[in-house]
């Protein structure tokens, strides 16, 4: 089983920089490891429906991002540490949200972008960002 741990939440203010960490342990059932997991960052504001923020490909080749965010957040992950990380710059206070990590088990040609193609989930860290 696979476990996903957020940190690095907080308050800041508009145009402050934020960086997200994600931590991976244990294993897929299919016994792969975190190396082959595509890994996303999504959020959920108040009062809204979960959103897709990024996500990097198992490969670490592939990036996609949700168009509020291009240009100010950007995804990396260390296969090392078994860990993604999610880079705010610029933020806003509509970035206001629970961020949540997310590992996709399934190799697929490109990052997905959909809740229901994740499936482990982090149990999120509180961003807030005030005007």
């Known amino acids: 089983q696979v476990q996903l741990v957020e940190s690095g939440g907080g308050v800041v203010q508009a145009g402050d920089s934020l960086r997200l960490s994600c931590a991976a342990s244990?294993?897929?059932?299919?016994?792969?490891?975190?190396?082959?997991?595509?890994m996303g960052w999504f959020r959920q504001p108040p009062g809204k429906e979960r959103e897709f923020v990024a996500a990097?490909?198992?490969?670490?080749?592939?990036?996609s991002y949700t168009g509020s965010v291009k240009g100010r957040f950007t995804i990396s992950r260390d296969n090392a540490k078994n860990t993604v990380y999610l880079q705010m710059n610029s933020l806003k206070p509509e970035d206001t949200a629970v961020y949540y990590c997310?590992?996709?088990?399934?190799?697929?040609?490109?990052?997905?972008?959909?809740?229901?193609?994740?499936?482990?989930w982090g149990q999120g860290t509180q961003v807030t960002v005030s005007s």
């Open positions: 997310a590992a996709d088990f399934t190799i697929r040609p490109e990052p997905g972008n959909h809740r229901d193609e994740y499936h482990a």
């Open positions: 990097i490909h198992w490969s670490g080749s592939i990036t």
């Open positions: 244990g294993r897929a059932a299919s016994g792969r490891n975190f190396g082959s997991y595509t």
